[in-house]
């Protein structure tokens, strides 16, 4: 593990019964990170994620975070060290305004607690916050509708703003673009790729055309185990990782192939 590591996994171990979801995985993310994790449904990627933030505990190894061991901490306590997941806060409240969703969430990060209503009006920090962060997911313009009226991709805009406000030392992006409809997609992974560069980020995703286009790095996952990583030329041209999305090793010529081999879970 190097100085310039921030999230690190060692060994991680899951099983659940007689089953092993996830067999020594070890994984470095690297301060600035643009790295994905994909592999085919089944592979364990939920499991990992979900032992990354703390929804399960492992029955071994070791994450650490700034080089601080974090594997026994709850979710919130490594929410508060910079570890935030797009899907631990995907409940978005219906009847609250994305204004005042992000008011709300800026003002619990500031430690204002539950007066995020008068902050709003008071506190020029947390307007000028909000502000930033409408403006940098395209939310103006929805601003004060309920959230229950946003269109979904609006929705998932909604949910990394909210993630970001969080001010994250990592992100663990959850399949951001899932269930988005086509023509809301563009607005999304161009958010996405201008995600401030010292958040150091992690992609699970199935949808390819993202995951070449964002990631700088990536880990494939299969059956709960590292099958390799590489740079996404690296993973693209590799016979294992072609083996296990087609089948054979034929040369992919391009990622595409490997897309189309993907369903939307995993």
Known sequence: MSDNTVLSAQGLVMRFGG???????????????????????????????????GVLQPTAGTITLQGQDITHLAPYQ???????????????????????????????QQGLG?????????????TERCEQLLEQ????GVMSQETRVLA???RRLLEIAIALACEPQVLLLDEPVAGVPAGEREELLQTVAALP??????????????????AKRMTVLVNGTVLTEGDPEQIAHDPQVKAVYLGHGDEINDHAQIKRSETPHG
């Open 152 to 154: 979904y991709g609006k």
């Open 137 to 140: 997911f395209h939310l103006t």
């Open 114 to 126: 539950g007066k995020w209503w008068q902050a709003l009006g008071l506190r020029r920090d947390v």
């Open 197 to 214: 560069a010292d958040v150091s980020i992690l992609l699970i995703e199935h949808d390819m055309d993202l995951v070449f286009s964002f």
């Open 19 to 53: 089953i092993t979801a996830t067999n020594n995985v070890t994984l470095d993310l690297q301060k600035g990170a643009r790295h994905a994790l994909i592999g085919p449904n089944g592979a364990g990627k939920t499991t990992l994620i979900n032992l990354l933030t």
């Open 78 to 108: 490594r929410v508060r060290r910079g570890l935030v997941r797009t899907f631990q806060i995907n409940q978005l409240f219906d009847t609250l305004t994305p204004l005042e969703t992000l008011a709300m969430t800026v003002s619990q």
